[in-house]
């Protein structure tokens, strides 16, 4: 395991529904990610927070939203989402930004939105 | 723009022969380059990386990578494959254009399928 638990695992909701999914780290890091995998496309990084603030939005749509309460735990807050958001959601953290750090990534949540 | 190829979408071989997984990548300046791999149903394990010194990384589960500057790439390779190597990996450079929040990001490849039969 990589220190990096993810819950859910797999997740099914309508349109209409809101949900959370959930991260929690146990390396004592300092920086914490979500990224995307879709079928057949790159991994798109989301969010990337620093010591619990946010440094980067890559232009993500505002059906998703983020929150990092410590540095240990960050959740991505879900709700009417789209077809096409069914994906992989991965989250990572590294001790810091800077430097050549390396990332170490949970198991993923599956996401089906119907 | 920082960026990062991996050339083959598949890449088959026999069991006990060696393997190559191709990366090459373009950067402004020096990078530090990664290879991660994905057993289906699971996130992203690292395997290895590279910083700096000795051109010829050695990482995980017998896998080891040459970064050759001149060329520009960072090729994945065993000298005998598993059937259980059999997974999707990914090259990745560390975005260090240096400034704002971008300096820890990952730019991924689009993955490799490694196909390793008996």
Known sequence: ?114 | AQSVAQPEDQVNVAEGNPLTVKCTYSVSGNPYLFWYVQYPNRGLQFLLKYITGDNLVKGSYGFEAEFNKSQTSFHLKKPSALVSDSALYFCAVRDMRGYGGSQGNLIFGKGTKLSVKP
């Open chain 1, 1 to 114: 395991e990589t220190g990096v638990t993810q819950t859910p695992r797999h997740l099914v909701m309508g349109m209409t529904n809101k949900k959370s999914l959930k991260c929690e780290q146990h390396l004592g890091h300092n920086a914490m990610y979500w990224y995307k995998q879709s079928a057949k496309k790159p991994l798109e990084l989301m969010f990337v927070y620093s010591l619990e603030e946010r440094v980067e939005n890559n232009s993500v749509p505002s059906r998703f939203s983020p929150e990092c309460p410590n540095s240990s735990h960050l959740f991505l807050h879900l709700h009417t989402l789209q077809p096409e958001d069914s994906a992989l959601y991965l989250c990572a953290s590294s001790q810091d930004l800077q430097g050549p750090d390396t990332q170490y990534f949970g198991p993923g949540t599956r996401l089906t939105v119907l």
